[in-house]
C-alpha cells in the first residue's frame, strides 16, 4: 500500500494479523521493504508488521530533498496516518539511525526499540562514495544527502539518546560487522534501558542469521 504522509507517499508492505501488535522495519541505505522478506514470517504471527521504504528508496516517493529528520518525520506521519498510537520500531543501519532519531523526538510513540547494527552517532571517517553502475533501485541524490549527514552527525544525536524511554535491543553482528565494538557499547550505554545482543554475522544479520536473529528479537517483543 502507499499511504500519504509529510507531504510524500511511502511504501509499505503490510503482512501477518491486522489487529496485532504493530511492529515497524525500516531497511539499510540503498535497501527496501523486500529486504525484510527472510524474516517476517517469523514475525508475523500475531503482529501487525509493516516493512516501510524509506523516503528515495523503492517504490515510495523519490522528492529530490533528503535528509535524516525528514525520514524521521515521514515514518511519525506514517504511525499517525495508520492511527498507531505506540509501536514496536526495528530498524537496521541507517533505519536504525532513523529509528533512534523517533524515539528520541517522540518516546512516547515507541514501546519497543530494536537496533540492528546501529553505532552511537559519533563523527567518523566513512568509506568513499561511488555510485553503483546501472539502474538503481534508490536516488543517488538521496545517498548524497545524508552520507554527510552519517559521516558527521548533529552532536544533538548523541544528547538526545538519553530521552528513549523504549526498552531497546541492540542487535551487534560481532567481529565481522564494520561496526566498531566501542562505539556499539557507547549507544548500549547512553540509551537508558538498553542491552545488546551479538550474533556474529557481520553487518547484515537478519540476513546472514535470519534465525538467530528472529530469536532474538522476538523473545524481545514478546508483551511482559
Not at 501488535?21 to 540503498?30: C, D, N
Not at 518525520?73 to 541507517?94: E, I, N, Y
Not at 566498531?180 to 553487518?203: I, K, N
Request: charged share 20%; no cysteine.
Amino acid at each position: 500500500m502507499r499511504v500519504p504522509t509529510n507531504g510524500i507517499e511511502l511504501a509499505v508492505r503490510e503482512a501477518g494479523t491486522p489487529g496485532g501488535r504493530p511492529v515497524v522495519l525500516l531497511h539499510a541505505l540503498g535497501e527496501s521493504a523486500a529486504d525484510w522478506d527472510v524474516v517476517v514470517p517469523s514475525m508475523a504471527p500475531g503482529r501487525r508488521v509493516l516493512a516501510v521504504d524509506l523516503r528515495g528508496h523503492g517504490a515510495s516517493d523519490w522528492p529530490g530533498t533528503y535528509s535524516l529528520e525528514l525520514m524521521r518525520d515521514d515514518v511519525l506521519g506514517l504511525l499517525d496516518a495508520l492511527d498507531l498510537a505506540t509501536v514496536d520500531l526495528v530498524g537496521h543501519s541507517l533505519g536504525g539511525l532513523v529509528a533512534l532519531l523517533l524515539a528520541q523526538h517522540a518516546p512516547d510513540r515507541v514501546d519497543r526499540l530494536v537496533l540492528e547494527d546501529v553505532t552511537a552517532p559519533l563523527p567518523r571517517v566513512g568509506p568513499p562514495l561511488a555510485r553503483p553502475p546501472g539502474e538503481l533501485g534508490f536516488d543517488w541524490d538521496m545517498v548524497l544527502a545524508v552520507r554527510p549527514q552519517i559521516d558527521a552527525p548533529d552532536p544533538a544525536w548523541l544528547a538526545g539518546l538519553s530521552r528513549i524511554t523504549a526498552d531497546t535491543l541492540v542487535v551487534y553482528g560481532g567481529a565481522p560487522s564494520p561496526m566498531p565494538r566501542d562505539r556499539v557499547e557507547e549507544l548500549v550505554r547512553r540509551v537508558p534501558r538498553a542491552r545488546m545482543v551479538t550474533v556474529e554475522a557481520g553487518h547484515l544479520v537478519h540476513a546472514t542469521r535470519p534465525a538467530e536473529f528472529a530469536e532474538a528479537v522476538l523473545a524481545f517483543l514478546q508483551p511482559e
